[in-house]
């Protein structure tokens, strides 16, 4: 999730350097960059807590369901960033972002349930 984070993050610069765009208020919604920029932000709003629970309950010899629970919740933050970026306008509703961004809700609160078992 770090190279994740990390990566959208010079993907966003390396964007706006290109683009010579630094002004926020100047990117067109379905653009591009506002896609990637979308995607950066709302990695760093959910990874910083997902690796704090994977971090402590991989650390706990965690059973099979939080294991899985922990890969469905990394392979839903990829298919979130991808749905975002690369299938299509913001303005319409794609399955890869909805997949994502349930999957990521899901076994999130899952993890989160994990901590009290």
């Known amino acids: 999730m770090g190279l994740l984070l990390f990566g959208l993050g010079l993907a966003v ?6 683009s010579g765009t630094f002004n926020a208020g100047a990117v067109a919604v379905d653009s591009v960059l506002q896609r990637v ?3 950066h932000g709302n990695t ?4 910083p807590l997902l690796v704090v629970l994977v971090l402590f309950l991989g650390a706990r010899n965690p059973p099979a369901w939080t294991v899985v629970c922990i890969v469905g919740a990394t392979i839903c933050r990829f298919l979130l960033v991808i749905g975002l970026v690369f299938a299509g306008p913001m303005s319409r509703p794609n399955p890869l972002r909805f997949v994502g961004a349930l999957g990521t809700y899901l076994f999130g609160a899952a ?7």
């Open 13 to 18: 610069s390396a964007l706006r350097m290109r």
């Open 44 to 47: 760093a709003e959910f990874a």
């Open 111 to 117: 993890l989160c349930l994990a901590l009290i078992r």
């Open 37 to 39: 920029v979308r995607a």
